[in-house]
Nanobody, 117 residues
Framework: QVQLVESGGGLVQAGGSLRLSCAVS????????MGWFRQAPGKEREFVAR????????YYADSVKGRFTISRDNAKNTVYLQMNSLKPEDTAVYYC??????????WGQGIQVTVSS
């Protein structure tokens, strides 16, 4: 069983920064990709960013490109999401997920990020 634990959320003013962390209990062939997703109240869960453990290859949603950076620390089995220039519309519950390309089989419990205007 793979467990994911997010940390680092909270309340920040617009224009500020936060860094989310996601600790993974273990890495397997089925957790080659790590992703961040978010869900705002009344909206569908949406993709934010993903990274590949092996080579650090990344991909971002257009809405966060240039403001958010996903990174990983292989030695610590931890993935980060650095969020800069935050906007009120970034307010959501953020979820960490692990899986193979096209399929995320493991999810964290979610962490609240609130950006005040």
């Amino acid at each position: 069983q793979v467990q994911l634990v997010e940390s680092g959320g909270g309340l920040v003013q617009a224009g500020g920064s936060l860094r989310l962390s996601c600790a993974v209990s273990r890495r397997t062939f089925s957790t080659s990709i790590m992703g961040w997703f978010r869900q705002a109240p009344g909206k569908e869960r949406e993709f934010v960013a993903r990274i590949r453990w092996s080579d650090g290859n990344t991909y971002y949603a257009d809405s966060v490109k240039g403001r958010f950076t996903i990174s990983r620390d292989n030695a610590k089995n931890t993935v980060y999401l650095q969020m800069n220039s935050l906007k009120p519309e970034d307010t959501a519950v953020y979820y960490c997920a692990a899986g193979a390309p096209g399929s995320y089989g493991y999810w964290g419990q979610g962490i609240q990020v609130t950006v005040s205007s």
